[in-house]
Structure formats: C-alpha cells, structure tokens
C-alpha cells in the first residue's frame, strides 16, 4: 500500500467510516474487535484515487482517427472537419465511452472540457469526482461579452454536490480573444470556480503571438478571424499574466515551451501546471522541462489530454510511460503528479490525493504482476499492473472481479 508518494506499506489496509478514511496502516494494526467487513484485495496496491487533471471525453470516439503530420493548425482543422457531422447522439456516447475508460482505469477524479455540455450531464450521473470546465471559444473582441453570458446561461441550473464542481476553459491564445481572456477571468473571480488554459503547447502558438504569423495565423485569417487583430508580441504565459491572470487557481495545461522569465512568473503566482506526456510524445515535442518546475516549486499535475491526441485516457499509463521514458523523474514524483499534485491543482489538497485519516475515501487499487521482486515502483509501473477496484467519496466506483461484498 502507497499512503502517499513517499511512503510504502507492506500488507497494508485501509478502514472507511463515513465516507472518510479512518485508518491506513499495517492490517496487523487494525483493531479486529470492531465489526467490519473485509475486502481482501489479493497482491494488489492500494493507493490514493488517480486525478486525471485534463482531458475531452466528448472526442474519446476520435480514437486513432486523426493523424499528426507536423503541422498543429491542420490537426485542429481534422478535428473540427471530423466531428462536423456529429449529432448529440454520437456525442454522448463518446462521452460515455470516455468515462467508462477514465474508470476502469482506476481514475477517481477528473477534470474534463466541455464543448457543448454533453459531458457536464454525463459526468453528472456518474461516480467519479468531477471537475467539468466549460470551453469558452471566441478571437471576435467584439463578442467577448455575449460569449460570457453564454457560459453563464450553461453553468445555470448545475447542481454543484460534493462530486461535482463546475470551472471555466477559455480555449487558447489563438482562439479567445484577450477582452473575453480578462472576462473570463473576472468570473472565474467572481463565481470562485477554477479557471483553465492551453498555454504554450506549439512553436506555432508562441509564433502567434510573437509575429502573428505562421500556420495558425493562416488558419484563422482564412477562417476570416484576424482583421484588425496586432500580435501582442509576448510568449504565451507572459500574454496572460499581462492581462492579470496568474493566479493560485489557473492550472496552465502542457507548458512545452515556457521561457525562464515565464517560470518566475507561474512560481509568482502559485499557479498550476498540468503536464500530459503522451500527447506530448504524439505531437514529437522536445524534452519536457521538468527540472525548472521543480527548482520553481511550481506544482504538477498529470493529465491525458483526449484520444484526438493519445491511446489511452489512463492516468496510470502516462506515470508507466515517464517511468519507461523520463530518466529526470523519480517515481515518487511520477507518482506525486497522478495524486497529489492533481489534487493540488484542483484545490483539493487537504481532501483527496493522500491515503490519511480524515482524507475523502478515494482510493484506486491496483494489481501487481505476480513476480514480486521487492521493488515497489516497479511493479506499480510494469505492463502488467492494472486497476481492479476503485472507490470515490466511501462509494465503490469500480470492482473488476466484484470482489466487494459486504456483510
Ligand atoms: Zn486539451
């Protein structure tokens, strides 16, 4: 058992009371006169719930249909042309499809983009714990305020409970205007909900906003989106904190490219960064800059982004694959990014993302390979290990082999 990054436990266990976790610890500490019913989960690892800090379910059935062949601006234009002819039904069901993967994956908690709202009522039904961020798309400055009463109209009538909390995602750079950027970010003030970007994903986006030029210039001036529009002429992370919005509540997402000026300026902020490795990989990017978040104390989450831009919408997958690939990292940070830095991310650090008495019960449990050879994180990240049982707020989310059964 993995009560945090940090620390390991042999036999472990862990006692739920009141949706709340009362004891994890050695079973040998437990006190059996107390009546309870026992879930023994074979040679598996229990660990804090997975945070999938950033994804789209609603382009999970984009699954392998779109490929990347070095431009960025074209493999927006194959989505947008992909999922031209979709009706509300197909979106659903990707949505669907997306959070029956993001589950049996072991992920406990979310942080997805809506488009159009197919996944706010999806996620509503489900068990999982949920951040939906509502995009918000508009580069007409002169559209800025009706594209905010928009999104307040699409958040209205949301029943935020204790699963489920609503944010705002203003696209990127080179698809929200800066007038609904600062709008956005007064609401985001306003309501007290977390506020989401792509930043600094491309060399074509810092191109952007640098010169105003290059392929997705191209692209929006064809889409006949630039007139009168002058290149602010700063790196990404730099344009936003220009307009005030580096805050403890932006959670940055991919930050590819950021420069040594824009990381003093995240650390500043004490905002978040949400790192997606496989997409990252799919898009051919350079090495990740991990070293300069950690000597900036900037917090790091992980996230998959969607199936337009990865295999696997699985947060485990992504730490096997930087445990396979990233010799910068120890696997107690890989790991620390899966749970606690996503919690971190979310506002949630003192709730989820550690196995402690008085933490929400979200807990993922994960079955090692039957070669046990003494290395935790090895085995954690080996091929073979998979989720087998999950539970979010004290509820059974998951359970493969239906192995709860209580008394
Ligand atoms: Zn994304």
Redesign the pocket.
């Known amino acids: 058992m993995l009560i945090n990054p940090r620390t390991v436990i042999k036999n472990g266990a862990v006692i739920i009371k009141n949706n709340k976790i009362n004891f994890a610890g050695n079973f040998n500490e437990i006190d059996k006169s107390q009546q309870q019913s026992i879930t023994d989960l074979g040679n598996a690892a229990i660990v804090p719930g997975l945070i999938n800090a950033?994804?789209?379910l609603e382009l999970t059935h984009l699954d392998g249909r779109i490929d990347f062949t070095g431009s960025f601006a074209d493999w927006i234009s194959k989505i947008i042309q992909a999922k031209k002819a979709w009706t509300v039904q197909d979106s659903t069901l990707s949505v669907r499809a997306g959070i029956k993967k993001c589950i049996e994956a072991g992920t406990t908690t979310i942080a997805d983009?809506t488009r159009n709202g197919f996944s706010l009522s999806e996620l509503q039904k489900c068990t999982l714990r949920k951040f939906v961020f509502c995009e918000v798309i508009n580069f007409d400055p002169s559209q800025a305020e009706e594209t905010v009463i928009d999104f307040k109209s699409r958040i209205k009538g949301t029943n935020e409970d204790h699963l489920l909390e609503v944010g705002i995602f203003p696209h990127s750079p080179y698809t929200v205007s800066k007038e609904l950027y600062t709008q956005c970010g007064k609401i985001s003030d306003d309501l007290k909900i977390l506020f989401s970007t792509?930043i600094c994903?491309t060399d074509e986006e810092i191109e952007f906003l640098m010169k105003g030029t290059g392929n997705l210039a191209d692209l929006l001036r064809n889409l006949n989106m630039l007139k009168g529009w002058i290149a602010p002429g700063l790196k990404p992370i730099a344009y936003l904190n220009n307009l005030g919005l580096l805050k403890d509540n932006l959670l940055l997402?991919?930050c590819n490219y950021v420069s040594q000026e824009e990381f003093m300026m995240v650390e500043k902020s004490k905002g978040h960064v949400v790192f997606?490795p496989k997409?990252h990989r799919y898009f051919h990017h350079k090495n990740y800059p991990f070293q300069e978040f950690v000597t900036h104390n900037i917090n790091m989450a992980l996230?998959t982004?969607?199936l337009a831009?990865n295999d696997s919408l699985s947060i485990l997958d992504e730490m096997k694959y930087l445990y396979d690939e990233e010799n910068a990292l120890e696997p107690e940070d890989i790991f620390s990014m899966g749970t606690v830095g996503g919690a971190t991310a979310l506002g949630l650090e003192e709730r989820i993302g550690k196995l402690e008495p008085g933490f929400d019960a979200d807990i993922t449990v994960i079955q090692l390979p039957e070669d046990v050879n003494g290395n935790f994180f090895e085995n954690f990240f080996s091929p073979e290990a998979q989720c087998i049982f999950s539970v979010v707020s004290g509820s059974v989310c998951f359970d493969k082999y239906g192995l709860y059964n209580p008394l």
């Open positions: 950033h994804t789209h983009v792509h994903e997402v991919h997606c997409s996230g982004d969607s831009s």
